[in-house]
Nanobody, 120 residues
Framework: VQLQAYGGGLVHPGGSLRLSCAASGSFSSISVMAWHRQAPGKQRELVAA???????NYSDSVKGRFTISRDNAKNTVSLQMNSLGFEDTAVYYC???????????????WGLGTQVTVSS
């Protein structure tokens, strides 16, 4: 299973960015898809997650500013980020809990990460 993320970049404070991630490869299903981020010197943290049924979970720091969505038919997940602040600067990683063909339970898969920099 491969995860390809794109959409990162440089944005001014208060601006917006949209991240997208597409899963490809041989798998039977994907359960949870999510975005995590890691800022310099900090641990990787969950930003937002979404289940197959559309249930969502957000970190307190992004609630009301970020929106996660997914397209189950296309195996994609997106993160709309609004009102970005300096504290949102980080490498953002796409995550998917996918069940490879021939396996009975999902496994964790990570994308390579995409840089988001908020700077004036």
């Amino acid at each position: 299973v491969q995860l390809q993320a794109y959409g990162g970049g440089l944005v001014h404070p208060g601006g917006s960015l949209r991240l997208s991630c597409a899963a490809s490869g041989s798998f039977s299903s994907i359960s949870v898809m999510a975005w995590h981020r890691q800022a310099p010197g900090k641990q990787r943290e969950l930003v937002a997650a979404i289940t197959t049924g559309g249930g969502t979970n957000y970190s307190d720091s992004v609630k009301g500013r970020f929106t996660i969505s997914r397209d189950n038919a296309k195996n994609t997940v997106s993160l709309q980020m609004n009102s970005l602040g300096f504290e949102d600067t980080a490498v953002y990683y796409c995550y998917a809990g996918a069940r490879p063909r021939g396996f009975t339970s999902p496994r964790p898969y990570w994308g390579l990460g995409t840089q988001v920099t908020v700077s004036s």
